[in-house]
């Protein structure tokens, strides 16, 4: 079973700065994509940003420019840096990966628990 553990989420004022974390442990062969969504209360879940195990990167309109996904692919893991952030960026943060595991290889598509961040005006 793969299992992903985010870190980092926490409260910050308007305008500031926080660094999201995410680990993927298990038996991974080769991870394709991890990405990062968010879910504030009453509405559906959405992507924030993904990165492909080639670098390539893709962001939401509303998040474009302010924050930066990066991976660590020895280390299996994936980062969110989060600036300027805005009141409507609070949201509880899922870290998602999708691959290969094994021994015998088989697709694996795994989500983390998520990481709240709170930002106040």
């Known amino acids: 079973q793969v299992q992903l553990v985010e870190s980092g989420g926490g409260l910050v004022h308007s305008g500031g700065s926080l660094r999201l974390s995410c680990a993927a442990s298990?038996?991974?062969?080769?991870?394709?994509?991890m990405g990062w969504y968010r879910q504030a209360p009453g509405k559906q879940r959405e992507l924030v940003a993904t990165?492909?195990?080639?670098?390539?990167?893709t962001y939401a309109d509303s998040v474009k420019g302010r924050f930066t996904i990066s991976r660590d692919n020895a280390k299996n893991t994936v980062s969110l840096e989060m600036n300027s952030l805005k009141p409507e960026d609070t949201a509880v943060y899922y870290c998602?990966?999708?691959?290969?595991?094994?021994?015998?290889?088989?697709?694996?598509?795994?989500w983390g628990q998520g990481t709240q961040v709170t930002v106040s005006s």
């Open positions: 998602h990966a999708g691959g290969i595991r094994g021994p015998v290889a088989s697709n694996f598509d795994s």
């Open positions: 298990g038996s991974i062969f080769s991870i394709y994509a």
């Open positions: 990165i492909t195990s080639g670098g390539g990167t």
